[in-house]
């Protein structure tokens, strides 16, 4: 039997998952909805933004510089 925070563990890493396949298709509106309402540690922020730059999107590079981090 799972616990709580196995199961919250398993969402985070396939939100995470998600999160970075829309950055590689340049999926604009999939990445604001995946992102609504959420914070993120610098490390993971900084990744995604790396990320986002290989695929020159202005508006995604926006959209994560925007996400507030978790402190």
Not at 16 to 21: G, L, N, R, S, Y
Not at 29 to 55: G, T
Request: aromatic residues 2%; charged residues 25%.
């Amino acid at each position: 039997m799972q616990n709580n925070g196995t199961n919250n563990k398993r969402q985070s890493i396939a939100n995470f998952a998600a999160i970075k396949t829309a950055i590689a298709n340049n999926e604009e509106k999939l990445l604001k909805e995946l992102l609504a309402d959420q914070m993120m540690q610098a490390l993971e922020k900084s990744y995604l933004i790396e990320l986002a730059q290989l695929n020159n999107n202005s508006a995604i590079l926006e959209t994560l510089k925007a996400i507030p981090l978790d402190k």
